[in-house]
């Protein structure tokens, strides 16, 4: 088993090494909290979150640190704006951002650091730039020397000619006009510390640079972060670790497509997963709340934090994610094909497939020595779901093979006619159970089938379900009684309120969709 990953830095898919054997450190831009959190912002924290669970799976001991930026211009000026502090603004917004982590099922962060906290390490990596050379005091801002990093531009395959440096009243006080601010001097009103320079506060970049080698070290992993923060952030970022510590900051740098708000295009569960091009994610795409992405809180109330959750895996993460409500409704209705599955096996073996011990590493769920047809074709699949997976963190790809394992299951219960009890035999029904297990094996890897659906319960559910089982009953005398035209009358009514009616040899079941 090889993992290799993409890395933006060299343009190539590389063998994935970690600087410590069997350890693994990650570090992933978070937002800036200063709004309510929209939908772009759950894409990275979806796809690192999902990186690191697989990489656990392959016997990997990780660390995913995710930041908070709560110092910045817009968070000053949301502050102002409603005469409270930042610090009011930081903490409500990161409130509402880790909520919907959690509805998203994002619960694999170690460390949140936020950059207030941080001050002390942010002008001591200040202080060390200026003495190596690489950064100069200008009148109370400190800015990088851009000219001092002969690798500057690197990552964005940009030369120092290409860039374009901060302008205002900063520019004329520079040496350079790419140069950029590592500390801003203090103006009135607005929250500022001491340092040797005068008051002020953090530059963006420094931020990430300074946290990332008190949590991870001077030279870590993996950097991820969405594609349009490779310039500046990122390449000024790479800038300042690299000239502070003289060794690669970062050994593969990752990042994910962007969204844009355009109606959705392929089918959940087919064959015709988008891959990754070239430009298959630019920074006029980018999704964001100017372009009306807000109320994702609402949005996880009305689709379900699953749903959500799978309709931004559903593609390649390099590659852009096309948004809409009708694109998550279609991914939620394909996800519910496992619903039906897992409702039916347990239908035949009596056992909830939740019940099942959760399979939680790749040793663990190897189905070679696995006797019957059945679990030599999941064998298969399963190999094709993990070698997608290996390959650069494939999770549309790989999809498709756990929809192929879930019409593999349904095929065999039909064919072996496992619904009806008298023709069921121990061994099929093992082979059907341990196979839905693998099924959750593999979705547990990309956040998904980790718990049973909140099922209805109470006094009301009894009381709609003992209904159900009345219409259901009234259905069923139509059938025996040739009235099919009222048995479908009352089905398609039942459909038309979300009521799905599934009929099986042992009877007629009833779910809401």
């Known amino acids: 088993m090889t993992i290799r990953v993409y890395n933006t ?22 937002p800036t909290v200063y709004k309510p959190s929209h939908i772009g912002h759950m894409v990275g924290p979806v796809i690192f979150d999902t990186i690191k669970r697989y990489l656990m799976y392959n016997g990997f001991d990780v660390t995913l640190v995710v930041n908070i930026t709560d110092v910045d211009d817009k968070l000053i000026a949301e502050s102002q704006s409603h005469g409270i502090t930042m610090e009011a603004v930081a903490d409500e917004m990161t409130a509402d951002y880790l909520m919907n982590l ?28 200026i003495e190596k050379g690489h950064a100069y005091d200008s009148e109370g801002d400190v800015f990088f020397d851009v000219t001092s990093d002969p690798d500057y531009g ?8 290409d860039q374009q440096g901060e302008g205002g009243d900063a520019a004329s006080r520079k040496r350079h006009p790419s140069d950029f601010a590592l500390w801003k001097s203090a103006r009135d009103g607005e929250p500022s510390w001491e340092s040797p320079w005068g008051n002020g506060r953090p530059g963006w970049h420094i931020e990430c640079s300074a946290m990332s080698r008190r949590l991870l070290g001077k030279s870590f992993d993996i950097h991820g972060g969405g594609l349009d923060l490779v310039f500046p952030h990122h390449e000024n970022e790479r800038a300042q670790s690299n000239c502070c510590h003289d060794i690669p900051m970062v050994k593969y740098w990752m990042h994910n497509g962007l969204m844009r708000a355009e109606p959705s295009a392929g089918k959940v569960g087919g064959r015709s997963d988008r891959e990754p091009g070239e430009d298959s994610a630019t920074v006029d795409t980018k999704i964001s709340r100017s372009k009306g992405a807000g109320g994702l809180a609402e949005l996880v109330e009305r689709q379900g934090g699953e749903r959500i959750r799978f309709f931004l895996l559903r593609t390649h993460y390099r590659s852009t994610i096309v948004f809409s409500e009708d694109g998550i409704e279609e991914a ?61 963190f494939n999770t549309g790809g790989a999809i498709s093979d756990i929809f192929d394992l879930a019409r593999a299951i349904n095929r065999f219960i039909d064919q072996q006619n496992l619904e009806d009890s008298s023709s069921r035999s121990d061994d099929d029904v093992k082979q059907v159970t341990r196979a839905a297990t693998t099924i959750r094996e593999l979705g547990q890897l990309l956040g998904l089938f980790i718990s049973r659906p909140e ?26 009684n040739k009235d099919y035209e009222t048995a479908d009358l009352i089905r398609d009514q039942l459909a038309d309120l979300g009521i799905t009616i599934e009929d099986g040899k042992e009877g007629s079941n009833w779910r809401i969709e």
Request: net charge negative; charged share 30%; glycine share 6%.
């Open 154 to 161: 690197e990552l964005s395959n940009r030369s120092i000619d």
């Open 332 to 392: 939620g209705s394909a996800l519910d094909t496992f619903t039906r599955l897992f409702e039916r096996v347990e239908r035949i073996s009596g056992k909830s497939v939740y019940d099942q011990p959760l399979i939680t590493s790749r040793a663990e769920g190897d189905l070679a020595d696995q006797p019957g047809d059945l679990l030599m074709e999941v064998a298969n699949l399963r190999s094709g779901f993990l070698s997608k997976m290996d390959d650069d």
């Open 102 to 129: 959690g509805l998203l099922g994002v619960d694999q962060i170690d460390e949140m650091p936020k950059a207030t906290d941080h001050i002390d390490e942010i002008i001591n990596f200040v202080s060390e730039l």
């Open 9 to 30: 830095l060299t343009k190539i898919k590389e063998d994935f090494e970690p600087v410590e054997p069997g350890k693994v450190s990650i570090y992933l831009c978070g």
């Open 455 to 480: 099922q209805a319960s109470g006094a009301d559910d009894a009381l709609l379900d003992s209904i159900m089982q009345l219409v259901i009953q009234l259905r069923t005398r139509s059938r025996e």
